[in-house]
């Protein structure tokens, strides 16, 4: 097993390998969180903290369960109520807790290159739990194990990815993760909410989602922001659930075998209809959430592998 | 006093010569040049013993460079660079002639605070500094300045910098006011619109990153925009940026015309592209940010072709805490006045621009723009000189620098190019040991 890499800042940073490695790891301990007794010492003795500067439920717990299940000393901190509104600057924060010789840093902030800029200050791993409209690592990960458990491979499949591209990050780490996993993309939406360049990212781009499901193995869609909703971006809610909402007449130009993901969290009935969302057959959201710990425990225990062999060294 | 320069590689931006010569100097004043040092002391009756003799071996002689845009941090911001470290670092990167910018704080748009500045950089600079003034009250782009006034007290030229006037008919007011007083106006040609928030240019490389981005086209809406209203006041205009190949047609329809049009462009848009931002390096963040290399290299052709007229340093000093933040809200802007001269020297030693080419842009152009007798090497021009190897090569340490910001985007970089000395006047104001 080879994982060389001190932090996890972006897919772009990693070999096939390395995706690799990180996913079968991720499959043993998909098992472990699956029997009663699931803890393990893999970064006992070790701290890790949380730092989100932006509102996560799901991400912040699926990485304090990852680290509480593999023995780490975890610590929550929500940078939104801290010092930051006192004016402290992202650097002077990261010198702060480096005092504090944490092991793993989690960090989520608003701003795209702001976990690289961290990363640069503090001794420790850091690990990208989103930045701006940058990566979002983690994501792309569990959503590529969530589909070569569900597909029984990570190749030569056809996905398609709806909705914002523009704003999100989880659409850029999955492009180049599935990229790089010599996957077909498609990218499906509104003109207004696809990023510029898109032409040289190796990717078909379509705007009639019809069109663009024809066939596709894997149908993931992205969440709509509340903010992007009003005539902005698009005209409005239903004008945009009518022609990139998936329901079951668009779902059904898919493969029959085509599964159905979302990051989570949902807007029922605008970009996706619930009763899809629901669907045991299909949707594989729920296996999403779950992988998501399994897939953070792997990331964490090979980048403290990493961090003991330095110090042994 | 009479001063010979000898045997100098001599670099005529108006003859778009560089033959091997001697220029002598008289007063602070060019009293001649001549291919051979002892024949024009002869045609002028002096003897050698006399006159003091700089032997060039060789090296370069350029008219100093006159540098539109510079930005000093006085009043407001000394410790990001005052008029003493931005006099010492133009004499160190063989600029003689700053104009200044007015985004001060706060901006200099009264005759009182261009007065305050005029002291501060008279006692301060060994090089030559010609204030600019804004043309509107506070750059708000509400009401225009006492432009009369201000030319008075010594204003060459008037800009809001990097605030667009959104409002077109205050501007269209204040071209048409600037023209009655004969006054020269720098835009930031730019849809302000579409490019608010950005901090990249739109594109593969932006969208990767992440990054808020301004589509390449909101700087020809902009330049459109300004060109139908020089067309309809009669105004002196000069764009302090043209950094895109889509504005190039309008600007080259606009001067066929016989507009009384100008356009500069920043050396680092000449010599970077948005791909050496790389991950998220904010020295590199500038305004307008980073094009794309074919972008580059067009407004390299058009700086070629003359269509581009001045290359400009667009200095802009930024303390360490402004650029240490995440890249969208870092502060844009670099320093660049000692960095002008070796970066420009990429684009003599890729073959894209002769030396004589690349000092028209540099010093003869602006010169003329702001209507000065220097940036040439004629008789009767101000002796302001620069003494230059094209070729020696050095890596580029920042905290070399004279500014007393050091927030250059060459930190690191190889560069070949180095000044030996400057003359404001006649004087030497920087010799390199």
Not at chain 2, 396 to 418: E, I, V
């Amino acid at each position: 097993m080879s994982f060389s890499h001190r932090h996890l800042l972006g897919i772009e940073h990693l070999a096939p390998t390395d995706i690799v490695t990180i996913l079968d790891l991720a499959d043993t301990y998909a098992e472990l969180n699956r029997r009663p007794n699931k803890h393990s010492d893999a970064l006992a003795g070790l701290t890790q903290i949380n730092m989100f500067f932006e509102n996560s439920t799901r991400t912040q717990a699926s990485f304090e369960l990852a680290g509480k299940r593999l023995g780490a000393d975890v610590m929550n901190m929500s940078m939104q109520t801290s010092s930051v509104k006192k004016g402290e600057t992202l650097i002077d924060t990261a010198m702060t807790l480096n005092a504090m010789h944490p092991d793993l840093l989690v960090v989520r902030h608003p701003s795209s290159g702001a976990v690289d800029l961290l990363a640069q200050k503090v001794n420790c791993a850091v690990l990208n739990a989103g930045d701006g409209k940058h990566e979002h690592p983690t994501q792309a990960l569990l959503d590529a194990l969530t589909i070569r458990r569900a597909k029984g491979r990570l190749h030569r499949l056809n996905v398609a990815i709806c909705g914002d591209i523009a704003h999100s990050r989880v659409a850029r780490s999955n492009i180049l993760l599935l990229g790089k996993m010599e996957n077909r993309i498609r990218l499906i939406g509104p003109p207004t909410l696809m990023p510029s360049g898109i032409g040289e990212f190796g990717v078909e781009v379509y705007e009639d989602m019809n069109e663009g499901l024809k066939d596709v193995d894997v149908v993931m869609m992205l969440r709509l922001q509340k903010e992007r909703m009003d005539g902005g971006f698009i005209p409005s809610e239903r004008e945009y659930y009518h022609r990139y909402g998936l329901d079951a007449e668009k779902l059904a130009k898919a493969a029959p075998d085509a599964i159905v993901m979302h990051p989570g969290p949902m807007n029922r009935g605008v970009e996706i209809d619930g009763t899809i969302a629901d669907d045991i057959n299909r949707s594989v959201i729920q296996d999403q959430v779950e992988m998501g710990v399994a897939v953070r425990m792997a990331a964490m225990d090979l980048l403290a592998r990493n961090l003991r062999e330095r110090s042994a060294a | 006093m009479t001063t010979l320069f000898d045997n100098a590689r001599l670099i005529d931006p108006e003859a778009g010569t560089e033959d091997i010569g001697a220029l002598l100097v008289r007063d602070g004043l060019i009293l001649g040049t001549g291919p051979d040092g002892a024949a024009l002391l002869a045609t002028e009756g002096l003897d050698r013993a006399t006159v003091e003799v700089v032997d060039c071996r060789g090296k370069c002689l350029a008219p100093g460079i006159v540098d539109i845009g510079v930005k000093v941090c006085e009043p407001g911001e000394r410790h990001k660079e005052s008029y003493r470290s931005a006099g010492l670092a133009a004499a160190a990167g063989g600029v003689t002639t700053m104009a200044t910018r007015p985004d001060t704080m706060p901006s200099i748009d009264t005759p009182e605070v261009l007065e305050f500045v005029r002291r501060r950089a008279n006692a301060a600079g060994p090089v030559h500094v010609l204030p600019m003034a804004a043309l509107t009250k506070g750059r708000e782009g509400r009401e225009m300045t006492e432009i009369g006034f201000l030319m008075d007290a010594g204003a060459v030229a008037f800009t809001d910098c990097d605030h667009v006037v959104r409002d077109t008919k205050v501007f269209s007011r204040a071209l048409t006011y600037a023209r009655s007083c004969g006054a020269l106006v720098i835009a930031h040609p730019q849809e302000p619109g579409l490019s608010a928030g950005a901090a990249a240019t739109s594109g593969k490389f932006a969208s990767l990153r992440g990054l808020p981005a301004v589509s390449p086209m909101a700087e020809r809406m902009g330049l459109d925009r300004d060109i139908a209203l020089i067309e309809m006041t009669g105004a002196r205009y000069h764009a302090d940026q043209i950094t895109t190949a889509r504005a190039l047609p309008a600007l080259e329809r606009a001067k066929a015309n016989g507009l009384d049009i100008t356009a500069g462009v920043s050396i680092h848009h000449l010599t970077l592209n948005e791909f050496d931002v790389a991950d998220y390096r904010t020295f590199f963040k500038v305004k307008p940010p980073l094009r794309s290399e074919d972008d580059r290299q067009a407004v390299i052709e058009a700086v070629a072709s003359g269509l581009i007229d001045v290359i400009c340093s667009m200095h802009t000093p930024q303390d360490e805490e402004s650029k240490r933040r995440p890249f969208e809200e870092a502060a844009s802007g670099a320093v660049a006045l000692e960095t002008l001269l070796p970066a420009a020297m990429r684009l003599y030693h890729s073959g894209q621009l002769s030396l004589p080419q690349l000092f028209r842009a540099m010093s003869l152009n602006p010169a003329r723009r702001l209507g000065l007798s220097a940036g040439r090497l004629t008789a009767g021009a101000s002796a302001d000189l620069v003494l230059f190897d094209p070729d020696t090569p050095f890596v580029l340490d920042r905290y070399t620098l004279h500014s007393k910001s050091q927030n250059t985007p060459f930190d690191g970089a190889r560069m070949q190019g180095k000044v030996l000395a400057t003359y404001v006047a006649g004087e030497a104001v920087f010799r390199r040991d």
